[in-house]
């Protein structure tokens, strides 16, 4: 079985706890809907790689870490895709989840999903039950406040941001997590790993502000030049396109670098060139110049 | 100490886990504002009464079970209150959460809180690591779906609802949880106790019915009136008022016989009284009859 099989297997079953034909069926149709199709899954699919790499030895519990995770990030998305933040209609080429099942539902549907998060690491059936307690905070801190995905969402709503707190806390805290908890779910050292995650997250929130400023609509899933839009911090708009490139590629080297010597360094490595092959591609993006240089000259 | 105290007294240990000078303030400025002063506490009031009645040989763990829930209460305020939902400007007689930050950090402190919850109980330092999963597990399916509190918010954007399971749902579910999770944090067995917060529940959901539409403002410090306003089911619409009395009079009755035989008894049986009396006092109802009367006699 492939290991997004094996992601999406452990999400289906993960939902099946939300599931009763007695409980309100809006809210489950929309909770699925919300994790289904998912897109690359690039947060399990790190925290599965480091727990391989960690030797595996409990698979419900990286299992129950990986879907957990996913969940938290599938709820983040149906949260700032709300009127009230981005009030986006769009999300992976088809309606938001409040575009589909009005708002009050996209609420409490990302409200349901963090429990059901926690409600999955609750129901692992692992077998290393000291694991559990200090995995579960290693994701609850990457998600709460005061450095954690919601607390990265929340530092667009204070005047005086420091990009880098921002972008680590909105999209690095959730990578770093994915690494840390692989390795506590297999029994390994979170510290070790942490590193691999922080250098990752940082390099995909660059990789997501070049493509809102490059990408079409169509390449994105989701409307493109949000970041202007909604004015927020960007590292396009702070560095320059070409500086925000070659800042990238730095953090990509960075995370290889930081990869620690283990059985799975080679399939650790090959993932991270890969993923970040999929999120800048090199011929994409020399279409995307084109593109941008075309513009100017119309523009001109 | 007092239980109130040491259910304040935790909760601000709790809200430690999610400052930091380094974090985004309004956020941490309005999840502190969601979780104090609070209301009565009777959810935590009733989990470490249980705890207590139970031996309560790991305070730790109980702290952490009543914290969570109390929590989980304070989360779904927030996000009930919001423009979508019942659009509240008033929440214990001051501006609610989303009229003195904005919705978007409305949205995030819930969110933030959700998260908090498992948090808490993920460090509890508890020296029963065994119980941690199930407790985790029964404080989750209180709030999730398709049974817990989200759910029975849920059940206000589906066309066909049954009374009794969007109360159980809405109120009931976070009741029965504060009753099993507090035997769980001692190491008792669940389910003897799962019958007294539910019939506890039911009886909160039947006064809240009753005061919305009885009490005014003032005595609510929130909207009152709310339940016709939104349409919402209510028992006091389908029983009428003296229906909906006399139901919460034999609700509170079976609540007290299905405390079990425990050392705790007399004071479980003691604290039920008093939450009842509290909720629908026998004087203010005689007070409130004369309103209804007098209203019905003015607009005839």
Redesign the interface.
Known sequence: MSTLDRINQSLEKAMI????K???????EA?HYSVFPGGARIRPQLCLAVAAACGDDDPALSNAAASAIELLHC?SLV?DD?P??DNAQLRRGRPSVHAAY????A??S???L???A??V????G?RS??R???L??TI??S??????I??G??????SKVVLR?YQR?KTGSLFEAATAAGAQAAGADAATWRPLGEWLGEAYQVADDIRDVVADQTELGKPAGQDVAHDRPSSAKDLGLSGAVQRFDELVQKSIASIPHCKGEKMLRALVTQESERLVPSDWFKDAKRKILFRQTSHS
């Open positions: 706890l939300a599931h009763s007695q409980g309100p069926q809006l809210l489950q909770m709820a949260h709300l009230c933040f009005g708002e009050r539902i609420v409490l990302g409200d349901a963090i429990v059901l926690f409600q690491l609750a129901n692992s692992t039950i000291f559990l307690g200090p579960m905070n609850a801190m998600v709460g406040s005061p450095h954690g919601v607390a969402q929340a530092w667009e709503c204070e707190d806390a």
